[in-house]
């Protein structure tokens, strides 16, 4: 189930990446590129953070085919995605929800602290499309009032209180997902936002 879900969120953020980049009309090679810094950026900056080097897409190359599908995939069928900011927001959405649990499950692998282990979890999960948007020239969905950053640490505050009950691995990967993923949903669709501040 943990290779399963990685795999899912690794194509869901090459898709965004793609997506992305085909909306500010780049050519081939910057659409493979944003789709790759997509996929890969958060588990990148975790692996370094970790001392986990070299990091996990340079030692299986089984991401990098799938980000290459994916790739391949998103710009054969883009008049096919014909509402492009709702399946980039689902795409995005996806990755969000399975990177958060990954970054989580790669600290409690070494032994780090919960509150640290939600920390690497957010970085995972967020870093890629920070990337993104900024090679895009966007501001960064994370730095903007919309719920980003804040539901990964929700996600993560439910799977260590689930952990503390012992749930089956694979139904506590799941539910932590569908937490996460939910929620974004639901923020959209209920315009729930983080205050934001101005100087003046």
């Known amino acids: 189930m943990f290779h399963l879900l990685d795999i899912i969120g690794t194509i869901a953020f090459a898709m965004s990446g793609a997506l992305t980049a085909m909306s500010k009309k780049m050519d081939a090679f910057g659409v493979f590129i944003i789709a790759f810094v997509t996929a890969v950026g958060g588990g990148t900056l975790r692996d370094v953070m970790i001392g986990r080097t070299p990091v996990g897409w340079m030692l299986d190359l089984e ?44 600290g409690i692998n070494i032994g780090l602290h919960p509150i640290v282990c939600i920390a690497l979890g957010t970085m995972t999960a967020c870093f890629g499309g920070v990337i993104r948007d900024i090679l895009c020239a966007e501001i960064p969905v994370i730095f903007r009032k919309e719920i980003y950053a804040t539901i990964c640490i929700l996600g993560g505050v439910v799977f260590f209180i689930l952990k503390s009950f012992d749930f089956d691995d694979d139904l506590l990967y799941l539910t932590t997902s569908l937490v996460i993923i939910s929620v974004r949903l639901m923020a959209v669709k209920f315009k729930w936002y983080l205050p934001t501040f101005e100087n003046k």
Not at 94 to 100: D, E, R
Request: charged fraction near 20%.
């Open 63 to 106: 991401y990098v085919y799938v980000i290459c599908i994916a790739c391949v995939f998103a710009v054969l069928f883009r008049k096919k995605f014909d509402r492009l900011r709702t399946s980039l927001f689902l795409f995005d959405t996806i990755g969000l929800g399975v990177f958060t649990l990954i970054g989580l499950e790669k």
